[in-house]
């Protein structure tokens, strides 16, 4: 197995036991030209939608063949690639149907100009936006997400639900955290983006509002964004990471922007969730949460008023709380990966 992946994240695919493959150095993120990838437009669309990374893939496959190609599903000119080599191609879908619908034909003048130079038909946008377009040809969609957050317009016939991919499946090692065994305050984990969205602001009124009420907070700035940056109320506790499983199993509430990896995870331990998006496919993640009675959403702008509101119902909640617990066997049921591996496997017979 052959990982082409950014140079950060070398050591985690090598340590897999995988081969890694240097990123061309255009979609390499560069954060001396703005912190988040919000503020490099033109990198997202040379990543997306660009010509480097798919004539990398060549590159690879002519220097060594494959038997499958797994693709994320968002690199709209790689997929496109893939899809010219003739080669089995599964599309990892790592967010909501719902997500991709409402991208339109964002991208696609430059994905079907791409693909004319493959001698591939293009996407017509009129019919389905252009990420739905180009799963739908894929051998499989690998969609990394339980088919009950997923709620799509029309799931295609080759769609797999696998459920959420842990990169790490050992048991996490036990938190210190600095409350007394006895406290039976409830425990409210606040995590927002793993990457960097400017997000210092809304965690600040997010820990002001809770930091009233009669629960213990534990937050987590991510490894983009220093605990320093952020002004925390005396009681609050901040780190900078913590894995979710050690946690969640103890909380009562998430709060969170609405991240698809912090959503399920909150859902798999059958924690109802308040969101406040900040952006990419976060709201409408917001939205399905709050559709399917697994928790509240709030606009980006929200008081701190309207976020302590927020918490003291869905604290309150039960009926919150028996929809996030139905959600818990639901997507332990997907087995953390066995799912994928056997579609791979079946990929490739």
């Known amino acids: 197995m052959r990982v082409l992946a950014p140079a950060r994240l070398r050591i985690r695919v090598e340590a897999?036991?995988?081969r890694w493959r240097a990123h061309p150095a255009a979609t390499e993120f560069a954060p001396e030209e703005g912190r988040a990838q919000?503020?490099?437009r033109a990198y997202i669309e040379r990543t997306f939608f660009?010509?480097?990374?798919?004539r990398a893939l060549q590159e690879e496959l002519a220097r060594e063949p494959a038997d499958a190609l797994v693709v994320d599903a968002l690199l709209a000119t790689t997929v496109s690639a893939a899809e010219a080599t003739g080669v089995p191609v599964a599309a990892l879908v790592h967010t909501v149907g719902r997500f991709h619908e409402r991208l339109g034909g964002w991208g696609a003048v430059e994905t079907n100009a791409f693909r004319s130079t493959l001698g591939l038909a293009p996407i017509?946008?009129?019919?389905?936006?252009?990420?739905?377009?180009?799963?739908a040809r894929c051998a499989v969609e690998l969609v990394a997400l339980p088919a009950e957050l997923d709620v799509r317009v029309a799931t295609a016939a080759n769609v797999v639900h696998v459920g959420p991919l842990a990169e790490d499946g050992s048991a996490p090692p036990p938190v210190e955290l600095p409350w007394v065994e006895d406290d039976a305050r409830p425990l409210v984990v606040v995590g927002l983006s793993t990457s960097y969205m400017h997000q210092e602001e809304l965690l600040e009124r997010i820990l002001a509002a809770l930091a009233e009420l009669p629960v213990r907070v534990l937050a987590s700035t991510g490894p983009e964004l220093d605990p320093a940056e952020v002004r925390t109320p005396a009681g609050v506790e901040l780190r900078r990471y913590v894995r979710h499983e050690a946690v969640l199993p103890q909380a009562a509430l998430v709060v969170t922007h609405a991240g698809t990896g912090t959503v399920v995870s909150a859902l798999a331990a059958g924690v109802p969730c308040v969101c406040i998006p900040l952006g990419r496919d976060q709201p409408v993640n917001a939205a399905l949460v709050e559709e399917l009675g697994l928790g509240l959403a709030l606009p980006p702008d929200a008081a701190v008023d309207a976020i302590r509101a927020a918490a003291t119902e869905a604290l309150a909640s039960a009926e919150l709380r028996a929809a996030t617990a139905?959600?818990?066997p639901a997507i332990a049921a997907y087995g953390a990966g066995g799912r994928a591996v056997a579609a791979l496997e079946a990929l490739v017979s």
Not at 50 to 54: D, N, W
Not at 124 to 135: I, P, Y
């Open 16 to 18: 897999t036991g995988a």
């Open 38 to 40: 919000e503020d490099q």
């Open 50 to 54: 660009g010509e480097a990374l798919p």
């Open 124 to 135: 017509d946008t009129a019919e389905a936006s252009l990420l739905t377009g180009l799963q």
């Open 326 to 328: 139905r959600m818990r």
